[in-house]
T-cell receptor, first 114, second 114 residues
Framework: SAVISQKPSRDICQRGTSLTIQCQVD?????MFWYRQQPGQSLTLIAT?????????ESGFVIDKFPISRPNLTFSTLTVSNMSPEDSSIYLC???????????FGPGTRLLVL | GENVEQHPSTLSVQEGDSAVIKCTYS??????FPWYKQELGKGPQLIID?????GEKKDQRIAVTLNKTAKHFSLHITETQPEDSAVYFC?????????????FGKGTHLIIQP
């Protein structure tokens, strides 16, 4: 199994600012993903964080708004840039394998933008 | 792309009774169907999954059934307990494969009445 931690666990931010969320895994993993879960809603994949190359973004998400880093096989960051109230969500890091892509989720980062 | 419908959105059952949550999917090529449990303030937890080459899978009080012809799959929880109260999400991987092909249902809020 994999244990995932995220920092911060929650934050309240002013519009126009940026927040960087960290995801740390206790073992090396091939596949790492970032999801968004808006209040009371389901999960939407933002991007796949690729080690050593640029992240792969899903439709509706762009690198300028959600830059992602993945410097090694245990760590990734997601930045939410130039935030607006519509960015208020839970942001989740997930890891898995080819057989089970979203096998483990982190506890999430609860973001409120005022 | 894949479309996953989940019903009901809220389910209330008496402790000790059974609960059934149903999902339908649109992509006949889908071959992997996980179920997640999300407790308040936590990230989703994979609780059971099934692949398209089997019709049923059990793990203690939890079972999942798959009907490929009808393109639906269900989560069955028997002898429900208070700790089963949570939001449950189904998901399906479409023909694209990988996490970018993983589509989630909108979730079912399961309430276990004492």
């Amino acid at each position: 199994s994999a244990v995932i931690s995220q920092k911060p666990s929650r934050d309240i931010c002013q519009r126009g600012t940026s927040l960087t969320i960290q995801c740390q895994v206790d073992s090396q993993v091939t596949m790492m993903f970032w999801y968004r879960q808006q209040p009371g809603q389901s999960l939407t994949l933002i991007a796949t964080a690729n080690q050593g190359s640029e992240a792969t973004y899903e439709s509706g998400f762009v690198i300028d708004k959600f830059p992602i880093s993945r410097p090694n096989l245990t760590f990734s960051t997601l930045t939410v840039s130039n935030m607006s109230p519509e960015d208020s969500s839970i942001y989740l890091c997930s890891v898995g394998s080819g057989a089970v892509p979203a096998q483990y989720f982190g506890p999430g980062t609860r973001l409120l933008v005022l | 792309g894949e479309n996953v419908e989940q019903h009901p959105s809220t389910l209330s059952v008496q402790e000790g009774d059974s609960a059934v949550i149903k999902c339908t999917y649109s992509d006949s090529a889908s071959n992997y169907f996980p179920w997640y449990k999300q407790e308040l303030g936590k990230g989703p937890q994979l609780i059971i999954d099934i692949r398209s080459n089997v019709g049923e899978k059990k793990d203690q009080r939890i079972a999942v059934t798959l009907n490929k012809t009808a393109k639906h799959f269900s989560l069955h929880i028997t002898e429900t307990q208070p700790e089963d109260s949570a939001v449950y999400f189904c998901a399906a991987i479409g023909s694209g494969g990988g996490a970018d092909g993983l589509t989630f249902g909108k979730g079912t809020h399961l309430i276990i009445q004492p």
